[in-house]
């Protein structure tokens, strides 16, 4: 009896792409592409020190196309070859230490949910190389493989010109559309500045449609309150996941308060203020945290995740959020709630003074004579420190209100020469109090 063929049970090109592109948003996908730039950056730079003068990234996308380019090194025939373009990373790829693209799907996902035709020329200091993709006729062919157009393995590349290119065209519909619109650029450009925001602050140049965008900027006070900076490490095996936690308060903004959680200088999760970061949870002694509310609009929270070996790293793989069942992201996601819970009990200091003293409190004092410091200037270690009372206070102030006719109120106002009739109150009752008092 003939033994049967195999079952065949390999996707089609066109499933998979399809399945490949379906959860990742498309600010997200250029975001991946980013990324890979500044994995070239790293490789070039001592991803310690971060220094990324002199390197740039240019993106320029509209209705018929998307290009970005670097000049951030390139990477060679082999890479191509053998990894880059893989569905996936192999365990014997070579790994850029401190990368931000570890999952092996980035840049091909982006280019599949782009377009249906893309380009790459790619240049190191030796060889130059690029490919030109139909992915119409591709996902009618047999093999999953790309052939080179050009290859040159003796290339003598000057440094200026040494980096990457990649250009989609044949834009799906709908991202066309997007591409198009101001709107969709002006959303692009400040994901950009937010999650690339520590390499843009190391001298990395990107540009978006010719304009250089610059990093957000992330402070907190400093001088009369303290933010709080834990550090520590875990190890696996034989590498280290270095762990820094800051918290503390900035400027009042319910936009940008909340946790930043950030892999390898990645910000993963912005200004977050959900469940996934500790709000609305409990604390290792039950002490609730809770939702947030624009009470809390100056908190302000950013942990630090940083390793050698990406994937030890708990960042989900479209980096648009954390791996919330890693030992590693439970264990610090503890010390997060810890520190949350003592800036709210501040805040509710703060907001208990403002109601009843305003802005003449001495808490609020004491935040107005602050320094605003940005985050990565902030090392060293210490709890979370409340301002001084005792050094910002001065008389205790209550308020007073009261109700009298609008006609008498407008004719007092037309008397004393007043606009408001706060500014009435303060006035009549400095004078009874002068006459019958002092």
Not at 235 to 262: L, M, R
Request: aromatic share 10%; glycine share 6%; net charge neutral.
């Amino acid at each position: 009896m003939t033994e049967p063929a195999p079952i065949d049970a390999m996707p089609t090109k066109q499933f998979f792409v399809d399945m490949l592109i379906r959860d990742i948003p498309l600010e997200r996908a250029v975001l991946d592409l980013v990324d890979n730039c500044i994995d070239g950056a790293k490789r070039l730079r001592d991803p310690a020190s971060l220094d990324f003068s002199g390197l740039w990234v240019k993106i320029v996308l509209n209705e018929q196309s998307f290009v970005i380019e670097d000049n951030c090194g390139g990477f060679d025939i082999a890479t191509a070859r053998d990894y880059a373009f893989r569905f996936g990373r192999p365990k014997e790829a070579r790994v850029t230490p401190f990368s931000i693209g570890q999952f092996g799907v980035g840049m091909k996902r982006a280019l599949f949910k782009f377009g249906r035709e893309f380009s790459i020329l790619s240049k190191t200091h030796n060889e130059s190389w690029s490919v030109n993709v139909n992915v119409d006729i591709w996902e009618n062919g047999p093999d999953w493989t790309f052939d080179f157009l050009t290859a040159d393995t003796k290339a003598n590349v000057p440094d200026s010109a040494r980096g990457t290119r990649i250009e989609v065209s044949r834009l799906r519909p709908e991202v066309s559309s997007r591409f198009s619109t101001q709107w969709f650029q002006n959303q692009l450009s400040e994901l950009i500045r937010v999650h690339q925001r520590q390499f843009i602050s190391k001298g990395l140049e990107i540009r978006l449609g010719g304009v250089a965008l610059t990093a957000v900027d992330l402070n907190f006070l400093t001088g009369t309150v303290t933010p709080s900076l834990e550090e520590y490490e875990e190890n696996f095996g034989d590498v280290t996941v270095k762990v820094k936690i800051v918290a503390g308060v900035g400027p009042s903004s319910p936009q940008t308060s909340g946790w930043y959680v950030v892999c390898n200088g990645r910000v993963i999760l912005a200004a977050d203020r959900t469940e996934e970061t500790g709000w609305g949870r409990a604390t290792p002694d039950n002490r609730d945290v809770p939702k947030f509310h624009n009470q809390f609009a100056r908190f302000r929270g950013i942990i630090y995740f940083d390793c050698t070996s990406a994937e030890l790293l708990p960042w989900n793989t479209t980096k648009t959020g954390v791996d919330a069942d890693s030992p590693l992201w439970q264990r610090a996601l503890e010390k997060m709630i810890t520190s949350t819970r003592t800036v709210i009990d501040f805040l509710n200091d703060l907001d208990s003074e403002a109601s009843d003293q305003g802005a003449a409190g001495p808490l609020a004092k004491a935040l107005a004579s602050a320094t605003p410091t940005q985050a990565d200037r902030v090392t060293q270690k210490a709890p979370f420190k409340a301002p001084d009372k005792e050094r910002f206070s001065g008389p205790v102030m209550k308020r007073i209100a009261y109700s009298r006719p609008e006609t008498q109120l407008v004719s007092l106002m037309a008397a004393l020469g007043l606009n408001t009739a706060k500014a009435v109150g303060e006035q009549t009752f400095d004078a009874v109090y002068r006459d019958k008092v002092v």
